[in-house]
């Protein structure tokens, strides 16, 4: 098995050439060439997840978030991106990202938070090329009341908080979806007839909703990381006998912790 096989499974499920032009999918250490052991997924190329792999014998890591985002000025130990750069180049350890890629088809991120909350009739919230695009929007066969809502949500995402605006009294029935920062694109949900937006890192000002109207921030890591199952289940579809794992400590992986008092 290469490194190229593998990633041209997962680029037949979220292709290369739809991500957004800031984004850094693909494959980011290593080459197509190189073989591989063992795949071990997970959300955040961290040197934990790098020393992780080697644990498991896995020569190739696949994330969501890009370890090389912005661009690396400097690579050494003190900083935990230099820090897994510099792991990965030393264990021989190929590092592969899909990101905006797995943002943008129905399977991806904003599918999985759709089925999750059981949404019918889903489709994309904004629509793209070529059978692709970016969120989710969807309704719920039974509507709900805003504090109703919230309980669901919670409860369906296993949440310990939810940021809100104040909830709505009215019914709520169809619901707007996108994982990971999507303040952006509040005005996609409300034109697609959204009573309830579902996404993450919100600023405080779009806490100040349109009448009937209503926006929850679940969390980034918690809106998208059932992702890396998905990835898994692409892997060991294609290759049931190969060695694939998901992260032992995904779970405890999100980097922002709540404190409730």
Known sequence: MTVGEITRVLEAFAPLDIQESWDNSGLLIGSPQDPVHGVL???DCTPELIEEAVEKGCDLVVTHHPLIFKGIRRINAGDPVGAAVMKAVQKGVAVYAAHTTADKVIGGVSGAM????????VEFLEPGPEGFGLGCVGNW???RTGKEALAFVKECFG???IRSSKPLEGPISRVALLGGSGGGEMESALRAGAQLYITADVSYHNFFTPEGFMVM???HFESEVEIVDIFLAQIRKNFPNFASYKSAALDRSNPVHYFVM
Request: aromatic share 4%; hydrophobic share 45%; no cysteine.
């Open 41 to 43: 997924v997970g959300f």
């Open 114 to 121: 759709a089925r999750r909350l059981g949404l019918k009739d």
């Open 141 to 143: 066969a039974e509507p």
């Open 159 to 161: 949440l310990q908080i």
């Open 217 to 219: 921030d679940i969390g």
